[in-house]
Nanobody
Framework: QVQLVESGGGLVQDGGSLRLSCAASGRTGSRYAMGWFRQAPGKEREFVAGISWNGAGTYYPDSVKGRFTISRDNAKNTVYLQMNSLKPEDTAVYYC??????????????????WGQGTQVTVSP
């Protein structure tokens, strides 16, 4: 029902910045939580950031807190992830996701209902 398309990934040097975007289509309403996850080689998909339906609540793991910022523009059906002070360990495929039937995000992959195809972020040493 919901189609998600990520963009904005690429190659950046250690300490650089990137801004990811996730455009949603197939649903007119925005009263649901959204999140960003990433999956690095040899690792499980992990939570990066979450945002409530109206953007008032944002959530981050310690690994990215203070460096990453999630935001959303419901008029554009788009969620963003601003990534600053990037490190080589941030290298991964980044996915956006929608948690349906809920206005607040969780950190668990299993709690999300729709996923994008991902965008590659590579941080060189």
């Amino acid at each position: 029902q919901v189609q998600l398309v990520e963009s904005g990934g690429g190659l950046v040097q250690d300490g650089g910045s990137l801004r990811l975007s996730c455009a949603a289509s197939g649903r007119t309403g925005s009263r649901y939580a959204m999140g960003w996850f990433r999956q690095a080689p040899g690792k499980e998909r992990e939570f990066v950031a979450g945002i409530s339906w109206n953007g008032a609540g944002t959530y981050y793991p310690d690994s990215v807190k203070g460096r990453f910022t999630i935001s959303r523009d419901n008029a554009k059906n788009t969620v963003y992830l601003q990534m600053n002070s990037l490190k080589p360990e941030d290298t991964a495929v980044y996915y956006c996701a929608v948690r349906d039937r809920s206005t607040y995000p969780t950190m668990a992959v299993r709690d999300y209902d729709y996923w994008g195809q991902g965008t590659q972020v590579t941080v060189s040493p």
